[in-house]
């Protein structure tokens, strides 16, 4: 084996260019595809962390009915009961109790649908990040009276800013329109356009005084290890009735999506450019072949065996294929884990208009281990299956024909 490495080796730099040529195709292509796939990467789990950690938790409760109705009745029932519950699970960060109503927002200029959200300013800082987006004014703990949130994109829509009044206005209890002017106490800019222009946030107990007392339409969770929310919404269905406890990956459709498709990514992207790649190594091998007729068959005419010529054949397309391979790896290493501390910034190219499917501009690519393991693998799958018709190729030779010519 030891010599047929070496010939192997030697054969790859008979043709130095040819051969640099493959490798740079082969470099080139690894470089671009693991770090296309880590923007992507990047992109999703700004994406997962975002909503996960703003917005939905690890895990939510809620009335059975009311993510389809949203009707002011549908809330929770034994909402204390739960809390307790909760407060008592070793496995539970944190969680906070959410006071929901979908209604119209109103400025003297104009109005707009929202979903109006109810916090307890308190629990919702130490469950999520959310008050983290507030760009201009205060949190909903200001000393204002009927404080609330806008998103920057309908503070715009509304021309509304900090100090001005607005009305809002959603059904109560009894189905019967109320309405109540608040005070705009702060400005947040999220990473979706759409979630900033349908959302408002306002004190719960400012919202249970016009819907009714200690109404909670939503309970959300957040655990010390994601990888637990199976076991605390399965101890949450079976304690309580009336209520149904849903994880993340139920109860936000986009999320499964984006988290199923991000784990097979880099199988897509590098299966393209390996696909391509096959027809260069085979067309370098096949080239190699026709070169060195002769010598291959003076070779089995002197003794040495088809098996070992096959080998010879196939590790010269694995040496090749490995050692572009290996460079291409570590400039991609080095390439994502600089661009991961400084990020992308895609504003200039039009970047912001990812915020309307709520993506950041400004990226942060991400590349694991599974996906450098998986690119060598197909690596070496691709040089074998690429070598074995060139390989077939020679084995098919005739010793007394190829020195007679």
């Known amino acids: 084996m030891k010599m047929l490495l070496s010939i192997s080796w030697r054969n790859i730099w008979r043709h130095p260019a040819r051969s640099g040529v493959l490798m740079g195709a082969i470099i080139a292509g690894i470089w671009a595809g693991i770090l296309v796939s880590a923007l992507t990467n990047g992109w999703i789990q700004q994406r997962f962390n975002n909503l996960i950690q703003e917005e939905i938790t690890h895990a939510q409760v809620h009335h059975p009915e009311f993510l389809t109705e949203r009707e002011a009745l549908m809330y929770v029932d034994d909402a204390h009961e739960i809390f307790s519950f909760l407060d008592g699970d070793e496995r539970v960060k944190a969680y906070a109790g959410r006071t929901l109503s979908d209604g119209m927002i109103q400025s003297p200029l104009t109005s707009s649908g929202v979903q109006i959200r109810g916090v307890d300013p308190d629990r ?166 026709f070169e060195r007729m002769k010598e291959l068959g003076m070779l089995l005419a002197i003794g040495m065996s088809k098996l070992r010529v096959f080998l010879m054949i196939m590790l010269e397309s694995v040496i090749l294929t490995l050692s572009g391979a290996v460079v291409g790896l570590i400039l991609t290493y080095f390439t994502v884990n600089y661009l991961g501390d400084k990020g992308i910034d895609l504003r200039s190219m039009g970047g912001e208009s990812m915020a309307q499917f709520g993506f950041d501009a400004i990226v942060y690519p991400v590349a694991f281990m599974n996906d450098y393991i998986t690119t060598i693998i197909l690596v070496v799958v691709t040089a074998l299956l690429a070598a074995i018709y060139p390989a077939i190729k020679a084995l098919r030779l005739k010793p007394g024909e190829v020195v007679r010519e």
């Open 124 to 289: 919702e800082r130490n469950t999520t990040t959310f008050h983290e987006n507030v760009v201009d004014g205060e949190y909903l703990d200001s000393d204002i009276r009927n404080p609330i949130l806008l998103g920057e994109k309908l503070t715009e829509k509304l021309n509304v800013d900090i100090g001005n009044r607005v009305v809002l206005t959603f059904q109560d209890m009894n189905n019967e329109l109320t309405s109540a002017s608040f005070n705009i106490s702060g400005i947040f800019r999220t990473a979706s356009t759409p979630y900033d222009e349908r959302n408002v946030f306002v004190k719960a107990e400012d919202l249970q005084e016009l819907l009714g007392d200690d109404i909670y339409h939503e309970v959300a969770i957040m655990l010390y290890d994601e990888n637990l929310v199976d076991g605390v919404t399965e101890d949450l269905n079976e304690s309580f009735d009336h209520i149904v406890a849903e994880s993340w990956y139920e109860l936000s459709p986009e999320l499964r999506y984006i988290t199923d498709m991000g784990g097979n990514l880099i199988v897509y992207i590098m299966g393209v450019i390996m696909l391509a790649l096959a027809f260069g190594i085979l067309n370098t091998m096949l080239m190699a072949i």
